[in-house]
């Protein structure tokens, strides 16, 4: 099976993105030709990763999103390249997905991965990709069942296939390469090291859990916190850090290409996001045998469950400090809560379960295809 998935950009900072790798190291080539469809120039080690997993990479980057030239050159690729489908995620892609297949006669099948939208994103195509998900997607799937909740009222009773966030189990670090690895981080010894990854936008909340985290006793040991991502807020997190007198002990790391080395590394996820979908940032740090603090929101009470860590409300930084600091008094259940939250993704989340779902769908929307039958947006599926 040919398949192109559409997406805005290769790179390593958000959910939908790094989920392209995960599909290309689960999936056997010898049943998906995978193309990933790019709307702009990614990161070229986010590329390279991809290509040496087998992938096509196909960019078609524009100055402005309404560029007609890119649209048409889009068609016309999709036509020539004959795929049995094409895979959108995210709101620019969705839409442009949903130009290309019906003018090259190739299936749509879009991803909602939030519960709300990206900032920046304007009425006009809002209501563009609205339309390509109830007339011209075949398939809408959901990334959790929260986002399914919220973005099923948006579509009326058109049908939304629930297929949860996976992530593949890390490798273990040896003793030695933790201990390197927080040397690198600047990590005093016996500190106990907090880390967050994804975005630094208004969604993650980064100025909730800067806050929680100048409330943290520093005794016996201060404890210290990472924050790995890129994103408009970087520059006022970095003077938050300094006026909360935190500059010694709070750090933002950037973009990073080895995310699961420093979750392997940490003793602690926290997620102080004010919304969600299924956040896959909190599936990896599950993966790599960490307990989590997390805001209850979107799916994250679902991901988390009752033995993989504490839930807190959004908004509340003092109930965020409070949820941290009673784990950290507490190494034996520190270290039962990351024992059960590897179990449990390693059960619930698993890459490979994940790609035969999608399998299955992708199978199921080709023979539609071939048989002439029409998808019926009047019912609702689970």
Not at 159 to 172: C, G, K, L, Q, S
Not at 258 to 283: K, Q
Request: aromatic share 4%; hydrophobic share 45%.
């Amino acid at each position: 099976m040919r398949v192109a998935q559409v997406i805005d950009r290769v790179h390593l900072s958000g959910g939908a993105e790094r989920l392209q790798r995960t599909f290309a190291e689960a999936i056997d080539p010898r049943e998906i030709e995978l193309t990933v469809i790019t709307l702009r120039e990614g990161l070229p080690e986010s590329e390279t990763e991809l290509r040496d997993l087998g992938v096509r990479i196909a960019s078609f980057p524009a100055e402005r999103f309404s560029d007609l030239r890119r649209a048409s050159a889009l068609v016309r690729f999709v036509r020539a390249e004959r795929f049995d489908l094409l895979h959108a995620h995210l709101v620019r892609s969705t839409i442009l997905a949903g130009i290309a297949g019906p003018l090259s006669g190739t299936p749509v099948v879009a991803t909602l991965h939030n519960t709300k939208r990206r900032s920046g994103v304007g009425p006009a195509l809002r209501i563009a990709e609205r339309y390509v998900l109830r007339r011209i997607a075949k398939r809408v799937i959901a990334v959790g069942w929260e986002t399914a909740r919220v973005q099923g009222d948006a579509l009326g009773d058109r049908p939304i296939d629930v297929i949860p966030n996976a992530v593949t189990e890390p490798r273990v670090l040896s003793a030695r390469e933790r201990a390197e690895t927080r040397r690198e981080l600047g990590v005093p010894d016996g500190a106990p090291l907090l880390i967050s990854v994804g975005r630094l936008v208004p969604q993650k909340a980064l100025s909730d859990l800067l806050r929680a985290f100048a409330q943290l006793p520093d005794h016996p040991v201060a404890p210290q916190l990472r924050i790995a991502g890129r994103g408009r807020l970087e520059a006022p997190l970095a003077r938050e850090i300094e006026s909360l007198g935190l500059g010694g002990r709070a750090r933002l790391l950037g973009l990073r290409s080895d995310v699961p080395r420093l979750l392997a590394a940490s003793d602690l996820y926290v997620s102080s996001s004010h919304w969600e979908g299924l956040p896959l940032a909190i599936l990896e740090a599950m993966a790599a045998g960490l307990p989590v603090v997390a805001t209850e929101v979107g799916d994250a009470p679902r991901a988390i469950g009752l033995d993989s860590g504490v839930l807190v409300s959004p908004r509340d930084p003092a109930a965020l400090a409070r949820a941290i600091a009673d784990l950290l008094a507490d190494p034996v259940r520190l270290r039962e809560l990351g024992t059960a939250g590897r179990a449990r993704v390693r059960a619930t989340f698993g890459a490979q379960a994940w790609v035969e779902r999608h399998k299955a769908l992708y199978a199921e929307v080709v023979e539609q295809r071939h048989s002439g039958t029409r998808w019926e947006v009047n019912r609702c599926v689970s």
